[in-house]
């Protein structure tokens, strides 16, 4: 029997952005903690809501798998 694999405690990218995390003390652990009423996130390293693989920055889709993720730790 194999065990499953836990999900990280910081699941999305640490290039990830909001401005609901201009205020945050820790990194996202869920969606509520990255997205406000406006729903607009963007990548630290494009600048814009496009990542570097030219797809949109969102938190289902900024995490592990995703060519360009980064890890928080």
């Not at 969606?31 to 729903?39: G, M, P, Q």
């Amino acid at each position: 029997m194999s065990a499953t694999p836990a999900e990280p405690l910081f699941p999305y990218c640490s290039e990830l952005r909001s401005k609901k995390l201009v205020f945050a003390r820790t990194p996202p652990r869920v969606e509520a903690d990255i997205l406000d009423a406006s729903n607009h996130c963007w990548c630290a390293r494009t600048q814009q809501a496009l990542g570097p693989d030219s797809e949109l920055v969102q938190p289902e889709d900024c995490r592990a798998g995703r060519e360009c993720y980064r890890p928080v730790l």
